[in-house]
């Protein structure tokens, strides 16, 4: 398998170091607001990521961390008149919430919050002090960047050039205009935790590195987030977690691309701000993952409504080809195969092999998926009752297990009546007899009981109004 590592900006084979483990850490929400839909993209792509690893036999030891305690939440609360507690407990069950519709796998995920690190922290910062890469100033510590090896190496970018191009405020405590903040001395009102260097509450970066360190190792698999985090947030991690360490961090840096509302920069200020729960009021969750998807993870991706009802259409495409196998499951026979049921299980595993391989490609769903629509359109031409149980079974073995990977098809249909699909199958045969006038009768009869039925290259289709 390769993935485009961004340390290196080429494709690598991936290799773990535990030959059946993965590790994997995914920058989670910062728990002030409801995730928007921005937010939504890493969370769904990675989460694909971590199902095909386990796909391949890999155990996976998946971390994505709650912010719990941050300039935006302390400005939440004040707002709301609350404790950023509460606030931090509130967005997190949203959170969970959001994560269920979006089909995530919750079940195996750890979810450290940074408050529940402090301590590890505050010991984290000491040793850095220790090494000299770190400098108390008041209660407020510094990372020293100059103490740090090849920083910049994430974002490409010399030390000299970040202090040019970034937009840095004055402050006289720092010895260089990028240190940053590992530890802030407390203010009034604030929650605050006691240190050897006085109250005060960590820095954003310092709590990746240190959950990262406490539940995966010194050096991991697979670090990943929205390219936004790539500088400083992630270029910071290395820094400090290499400085203290001596190893590298993490193996593979992997970062998806921004999303765009109808083509511009989403911004509250335009109007275009989404969050997950906006959308979930139009559309089904598993329509926005699926959307999501639909793109190679590291190229923009443009929302908007027009874009979400053709995912939409496209996922009830698949709804139906899955519903027509499972009719076709209760109508054939099972019989021994001929020649022309081992020529269809061939085609069956071409159509899988092209969905691997796509995978395998530096996670390209969007052509993974197309693969799952060759099934699909394959299996709604070729298979009617008389073709062998044993070739249904195994097309929707293969579809549900490729979709799987993809956290689609998950929800069940509803079942027709007994008498919705003998009229079904009479339409269908009576079309086959070009008795259309019958058919007409059908279709009309089967709109006033709340069926729809499309005609399509790839077989009769149908959804309930």
């Known amino acids: 398998m390769k993935l485009y590592n961004t340390l290196t900006r080429k494709k690598e084979e991936f290799k773990s170091i535990n030959e059946k483990m993965v590790t994997m850490y995914v920058c989670g929400p910062t728990v002030y607001n409801y995730i928007h839909v921005g937010n939504a993209r890493p969370m769904v792509v990675f989460d694909t990521l971590r199902r095909y690893f386990m796909y391949k036999g890999y155990e996976v030891k998946y971390v994505v961390n709650y912010t719990d305690i941050d300039d935006k939440i302390i400005n939440r609360a004040n707002e709301e008149s609350k404790t950023a507690k509460e606030i931090a407990e509130k967005y997190i069950k949203a959170f969970e919430e959001d994560a269920k519709g979006l089909n995530l796998y919750e079940e195996k995920t750890i979810h450290p919050r940074a408050t529940e690190y402090i301590k590890h922290m505050i010991e984290f910062i000491e040793k850095l002090i220790e090494k000299g890469a770190a400098y108390n100033v008041d209660g407020n510590v510094y990372f020293n ?253 293969n579809l549900m297990e490729l979709s799987n990977i993809l956290g689609i098809l998950s929800k069940k249909e509803e079942i027709l009546e007994d008498e919705i699909l003998e009229l079904i199958e009479k339409r269908t045969q009576a079309r086959k007899d070009k008795n259309y006038k019958l058919a007409d009768e059908i279709r009309d009869k089967l709109k006033e009981m709340g069926i729809i039925l499309e005609d399509t290259q790839e077989g009769v289709k149908w959804k309930r109004i």
Not at 246 to 263: K, R, V
Not at 317 to 334: F, Q, S, V
Not at 367 to 390: G, M, P, Q
Request: hydrophobic share 35%; aromatic share 12%.
């Open 145 to 397: 960047i100059n103490s740090a090896k090849d920083y910049g190496k994430l974002s490409k970018k010399s030390i000299e050039d970040l202090i040019s191009g970034a937009r840095v405020d004055v402050n006289e405590e720092k010895r260089n205009p990028m240190d940053f903040a590992l530890w802030k001395r407390a203010k009034e009102g604030e929650p605050y935790w006691d240190s050897p260097w006085g109250n005060g509450r960590p820095g954003w970066h310092i709590e990746c590195s240190v959950m990262a360190k406490i539940l995966l190792g010194d050096t991991i698999d697979i670090h990943a987030g929205g390219e936004d985090l790539q500088f400083p947030h992630h270029e910071n991690e290395i820094a400090q977690s290499e400085t203290l360490s001596g190893e590298p961090f993490a193996n593979y840096w992997l970062h998806n691309g921004m999303l765009t509302i109808n083509n511009q920069k989403m911004s509250k200020s335009l109007g275009n701000f989404f969050t997950v729960r906006d959308i979930g009021k139009e559309f089904d969750l598993e329509v926005l993952r699926f959307f999501l998807l639909s793109a190679h993870y590291r190229k923009p991706l443009n929302f908007s409504r027009e874009v979400m009802e053709q995912q939409k259409s496209g996922l009830e495409r698949l709804y139906n080809g899955k519903a027509n196998l499972e009719y076709l499951l209760e109508k054939c026979i099972d019989r021994e195969l001929n020649h022309e049921d081992r020529s269809k299980l061939e085609k069956i595993d071409e159509y899988k092999k092209r969905f691997i391989d796509n995978m395998e490609d530096d996670i390209n769903t969007a052509d993974a998926i197309a693969s799952l629509f060759e099934i699909v359109k394959y299996s709604n031409s070729n298979f009617n009752e008389h073709t062998a149980k044993f070739v249904i079974q195994y097309t929707y073995d």
